[in-house]
């Protein structure tokens, strides 16, 4: 890395690992209305144009794992309660494999749209050990199938689940 990038890395405190790969380890929390708390990351920007754009990232109750995503455009109500159809990841052993619907909700008074898939423990060693390439929504009604090829951040849900692994053993 050069000395000009370095200089202004420590000018500006930010971390060499961070200018050089996307890492990100800060677990943050919150506590729903009933009581529970779960455990996340900032989403993380998979896709984005200008006309639509996908993010998200993993969510854990230390129990389950879960992948919330962010879909823009999003369906109005009630459409969008209605997308209930499993997640297909296509994967970089460019095989396709799918986890299972848990909800889809309105949140922000309705200006944020969150689709939750559960993340089964048979699912953990794929996703620890392949990145995605693309993710492929039913949208329902005329759109039908919506597909995120993955431009950004691929390594991403890998890093989060290695993330949340290793905190977890660290207790």
Known sequence: MNAFIKKTALLFGFSLSVLTSFSQCDI???????????????????????????SGGIVTDKESYFLELFPIPFPEKPEGQ???????????????????????????KDTVFKLVYL??????????????????????????????????????????LECFLKEEEGK
């Open 82 to 108: 209605d997308i209930k159809d499993n997640l297909e990841l296509k994967l970089s052993d460019g095989k396709t494999y799918t986890l299972e619907h848990f909800d889809s909700r309105y949140i922000r």
């Open 119 to 160: 993340i089964g423990k048979k699912d953990l060693d794929w996703l620890l050990n392949l990145e995605v390439t693309e993710a492929r929504i039913n949208m329902k009604g005329d759109e039908g199938i919506r597909t995120y090829v993955f431009k950004l951040h691929k390594e991403a849900l890998k890093e989060q």
């Open 28 to 54: 943050l929390n919150r506590v729903s209305p009933d009581g529970s708390m779960t455990y996340y990351m900032e989403p993380v920007n998979f896709y984005w144009t200008q006309a639509k754009s996908l």
